[in-house]
């Protein structure tokens, strides 16, 4: 048997499996996106109508309605809370603590965080909130 090979040029290209790709990468980074920011530790944030965009922080401190304290996804009691902002702080040069409170948090136990963090050198504070509706 004889094969003939010849050596055409393309002369169409089709565009339709370009297209594809290109979609599914817009959806991927797209999805993807939205979950950069959330840390893992179920918190119901409380309301505020005049919220605004946090700035992201490496730094988030996530507080229970338990009364549990969360740097990052680590727990960590109030005596230890001091020396893992310090070890951040000094690994990231970061200055903006994000507090993640429960609203059925006490206000004395976000008052402790926050002096926690001034005790080592951070003096910018972002309590974050949900965006509410009427």
């Known amino acids: ?16 499996s370009l297209t594809d790709i290109v979609m599914l990468l817009l959806i991927f980074f797209l999805l993807t996106s939205q979950f ?3 840390t893992g ?18 730094i988030v401190v996530s507080i229970t309605e338990f009364g549990k304290i969360y740097v ?5 009691t109030m005596d230890a809370l001091a020396l893992k902002l310090e070890e951040i702080k000094k690994n990231a040069a970061e200055e903006n603590v994000i507090i993640r ?3 059925a948090t006490n ?13 080592v050198g951070i003096d910018k504070f972002t309590i974050e909130t ?4 009427y």
């Open 101 to 103: 409170a429960d609203k």
């Open 41 to 58: 530790v179920k918190v119901k944030l409380p309301g505020a109508v005049n919220n605004e965009q946090t700035v992201p922080s490496r």
């Open 1 to 16: 048997m004889k094969f003939e090979m010849e050596n055409k040029s393309l002369s169409m290209f089709h565009f339709s």
């Open 130 to 133: 949900e965006k509410e509706t």
């Open 36 to 38: 950069v920011i959330q």
């Open 72 to 76: 990052g996804q680590d727990e960590v």
């Open 107 to 119: 206000i004395d136990l976000v008052i402790k965080v926050i002096d926690a963090a001034k005790g």
